[in-house]
């Protein structure tokens, strides 16, 4: 079992604390009776009953399902722009994701960005990002052009060449500074266009911003509330239509900025959709997000309202006996189910089925 209270659950217990505290200081409730029984006052009570269930603890939030990450793709051609994507693109490694003057440029896998030209005997890193690209897309196989070559070989010139025969550009065997563009991700989907089709493709410019093909919600987490969530915690996200599709926390920042709206500090959390299929089609929009910070089976368990707070400390229910007699049974407290409107309680003398007092609605 994992148990992390919550702000608002110490929030509740220190006003049970304020509240039962006067009630029990005002109505001792073994005074005038040895064995603690008092009669029965059903004004503004009810009855519930100790069960035995599995609870969970869960942060509520907001957030943004959309795409993961987000890219810029720098142009280092020259010329006129005469094609743009549309928003919402996927562009494969090896694809074309605009045209300067009429020619294509061609999306390739790296993080090295392209700043020079390349051809025959040349080495380096931005070298080997190009071989491993050429054997990754079938143009060279592994056993003639080695994908961790840094040597710009004659194996690469061929390869090179029959990636510019696919394109339909002159067959040079030589990479000119911008006619490629290294990204990071082998699939990209296009977020927004910054160029704009007619105007010069200066080099240095960004054209596109681009994302992974990834969906994942994006909330910002209270910093207070950030030892109470976890990688790996299980997350309900109930999505515009109403329809809810799991999750689980993927990421947790580690460093605090102010927040939008009421100016708390926050921390960054990405969460990993378990069916991203379920999103359907929706980009940016808003989505409510249940984190589940603990989870326990078989609990004995009460509504929270059940509580009293004694005036020396610690906790009590207030049993009802078949014959009708009440008397406190002493707990100690475990994880809050706020959803539920329950908590789990444990102590001596305290058994599933046994009645409690509550407040009446």
Same mark, same amino acid.
């Given at each position: ?10 929030? $509740? ?24 029984? %008092? ?48 928003? @919402? ?5 090896? +694809?074309?994701?605009? %045209? ?6 061609? !999306?390739?896998?790296?993080?090295? =960005?392209?700043?020079?030209? !390349? ?17 990754? &897309? @079938? ?7 080695? =994908? ?14 029959? /990636? ?19 990204? =990071? ?28 093909? %990834?969906? $994942? ?32 926390? /993927? ?21 990993? &959709? ?25 609990? #004995? ?5 059940? !509580? #009293? ?18 008397? &406190?049974?002493? $707990?100690? &407290?475990? !994880?809050?189910?706020?959803? %539920? ?5 444990? +102590?001596?003398? #305290?058994?599933? +089925? ?8």
């Amino acid at each position: 079992m994992r148990t992390r209270f919550s702000r608002r659950q110490l929030c $509740v217990a220190a006003a049970l604390i304020v509240v039962a505290a006067v009630v029990v200081a005002i109505a001792d409730p073994f005074g005038g009776d040895g064995d603690g029984a %008092r009669e029965v006052n059903d004004g503004g009570t009810g009855l519930t009953t100790v069960v035995r269930q599995s609870l969970s603890s869960q942060t509520a939030s907001s957030g943004t399902v959309g795409f993961a990450g987000s890219y810029s793709v720098i142009n280092e051609a020259s010329g006129t722009l005469t094609w743009l994507p549309a928003v @919402g693109t996927i562009i494969p490694e090896g +694809g074309v994701p605009y %045209r300067v003057s009429g020619a294509p440029v061609v !999306l390739l896998t790296g993080k090295i =960005p392209c700043y020079r030209a !390349l051809w025959d005997g040349m080495t380096g890193a931005d070298v080997e990002q190009l071989n491993h690209d050429l054997v990754a &897309l @079938g143009y060279a196989k592994s056993a003639e052009l080695s =994908p961790t070559s840094d040597d710009f070989s004659g194996a690469t010139v061929d390869a090179l060449e029959a /990636l510019q025969r696919h394109l339909g550009v002159t067959e040079t065997g030589t990479l000119a500074l911008g006619q490629a563009v290294f990204e =990071p991700l082998r699939r990209l989907r296009v977020t927004a266009v910054n160029g704009t089709l007619g105007a010069n493709a200066d080099p240095g410019s960004q054209l596109l911003t681009v994302s992974s093909t %990834r969906r $994942v919600v994006s909330l910002q987490l209270d910093a207070a509330e950030q030892a109470e969530v976890a990688p790996g915690d299980r997350v309900t996200i109930t999505l515009p239509d109403n329809a809810d599709t799991p999750g689980v926390v /993927l990421s947790i920042g580690t460093v605090a900025s102010a927040g939008h709206n009421s100016g708390s500090p926050t921390v960054p959390v990405t969460v990993r &959709l378990l069916h991203p299929s379920a999103t359907g089609s929706i980009d940016q929009a808003p989505v409510d997000i249940a984190i589940t910070t603990g989870f326990v089976k078989r609990a #004995l368990a009460v509504p929270v309202d059940a !509580l #009293l707070a004694l005036a020396g400390g610690g906790y009590a229910v207030e049993e009802v006996t078949p014959a009708g007699r009440h008397h &406190l049974v002493t $707990v100690s &407290l475990g !994880l809050f189910d706020d959803a %539920r409107g329950m908590v789990q309680v444990s +102590g001596a003398g #305290l058994a599933v +089925g046994q009645r409690v007092v509550v407040p009446s609605l």
